[in-house]
């Protein structure tokens, strides 16, 4: 017979031992809320510390894009150089050799080097893409020629590097890129106040080049407004009418639940997929011209046409049943009540759907490539059937080069499409404020 001191239990009544139970399994529950919640704390911390050290190494690889290393150059325009027959002809001042005027710059600055190795380095300090630089000043203003003018001209990859620190001068001389007699003219060049970092604000202006000092990002972004442009104005009218159609005034049968399943298939189907479809179809069947906005807009209108069509189905069903029956009520027509009624109130919705399509259509690269927007493309596009690059192929062109300079170039790209990204789901989360409206 047991001892009720030692087995309490044994003496407890129905009520205190339900009590028992409920405060043992409330205590059970509380531990395992507990337990999931901390989880969860860590799930979320866990992914912003990656997230953090994702964006803390991009800024801090291309947060130095912003400044260039310039070199200070006292320019003569000599007219046996620039115009050597005295015709004044734009084309023969266009066809002037401008890079003996920075060559002679250079030996003006430095007399006392001599000897073809040591002029062929020391040109070398200042890029090769300030000759037309000057070939620009002249043609706007002829006048220069025969003066004199102090200009600040873009240094070279290698320089401009060493100015920021990510060159070693401790490494040996072959390995850092620069000689120990360049180092030389660097430093007198520095002391001289001839030689400093200035805001690069080629890097806004410019496209894409082969030298890493003259590459810019703005053939890039201009081809990414076009092909977005593109996109949208495709993407965004077909979107809402099928969501619309489907939503309000089809007939639910095999047919269109047949299209609603495949239309959720589509916004899972890998993105290479539709590149694939936009190079067998716009380009070998219609004989659209590759690596145009145009092309990319098509292609970028079907990939994001299932995730505006689910989208704006969602909006649809989020206005109440009540609208549309006192619309009907008053006497209005099916179509009467969608437009008038209907969409207006889900517009806010369709809107947040279509620039999370579009910010999803913005940083996809792999069907851009397969219609053919890798191609090194140097000039600005001017319409929509020029060729032209978007940003995410630049980052990916610039970070496949061997240079060590476009590796900051590859990062300040980066930066430029988060920023976009970031103003457009902004934009997303304010329309969606101002606009929506609880029922």
Not at 148 to 164: H, Q
Not at 373 to 388: E, K, N, R, W
Request: glycine content about 10%; hydrophobic content about 45%.
């Amino acid at each position: 017979m047991s001892d009720p001191a030692l087995n309490p239990e044994s003496t407890e009544t129905p009520t205190q031992r339900t009590r028992r139970l409920v405060g043992k399994s409330l205590r059970r529950r509380h531990r395992s809320e507990w337990l999931f919640r901390a989880y969860g704390i860590c799930a979320v911390l866990l992914g912003l510390s990656f997230v953090g050290f994702l964006f803390s190494s991009i800024i801090s690889t291309g947060w130095t894009i912003f400044q260039q290393s310039y070199i200070q150059l006292d320019i003569e325009y000599s007219a046996d150089v620039v115009n050597p027959d005295g015709s004044d002809d734009p084309e023969v001042i266009g066809n002037g050799d401008y890079a003996a005027l920075i060559k002679a710059a250079m030996r003006r600055q430095f007399p006392d080097v001599e000897g073809r190795s040591d002029l062929r380095s020391l040109y070398g300090l200042a890029s090769s893409g300030g000759q037309f630089e000057l070939r620009e000043r002249v043609m706007a203003d002829p006048g220069l020629i025969g003066r004199t003018e102090t200009l600040w001209l873009l240094a070279d990859d290698r320089v401009d590097l060493l100015m920021k620190g990510k060159i070693d001068r401790s490494m040996a001389e072959d390995a850092r890129g620069l000689s120990d007699q360049e180092l030389g003219w660097i430093d007198r060049l520095v002391a001289e106040g001839r030689l400093a970092k200035r805001f690069n604000r080629g890097f806004f202006t410019h496209g894409d080049s082969r030298e890493p000092e003259q590459a810019g990002v703005w053939g890039a972004v201009v081809g990414t407004f076009l092909t977005l442009a593109v996109t949208l104005l495709l993407s965004f009218p077909i979107g809402v009418a099928a969501a619309v159609y489907l939503e309000e005034f089809s007939v639910k049968n095999r047919i269109t639940d047949f299209i609603e399943v495949n239309i959720n298939n589509l916004a899972a189907v890998p993105s290479i997929v539709f590149g694939l479809l936009g190079l067998a179809v716009f380009i070998q069947l219609f004989g659209l011209p590759r690596s145009a906005p145009l092309v990319g807009g098509l292609v970028l209108t079907l990939m994001t046409l299932p995730t505006i069509i689910i989208a704006s189905r969602a909006a649809l069903k989020g206005v109440p049943p009540s609208i549309r029956e006192a619309a009907l009520g008053m006497g209005a027509s099916e179509v009467q009540t969608v437009v008038h009624h209907v969409l207006p109130l889900a517009m806010p919705g369709m809107l947040t759907g279509a620039i999370i399509g579009m910010a999803r259509a913005l940083g996809e690269s792999a069907p851009l490539l397969m219609i053919g927007m890798v191609a090194f493309i140097a000039d600005v596009p001017h319409g929509l059937t020029d060729p032209s690059t978007v940003l995410p192929v630049q980052v990916y062109l610039w970070a496949d080069s061997p240079e060590r300079a476009f590796l900051e170039r590859t990062s300040g790209a980066i930066l430029v499409l988060l920023g976009f990204l970031l103003i457009m789901n902004a934009t997303a989360v304010i329309l969606r404020q101002k606009f929506e409206r609880r029922w």
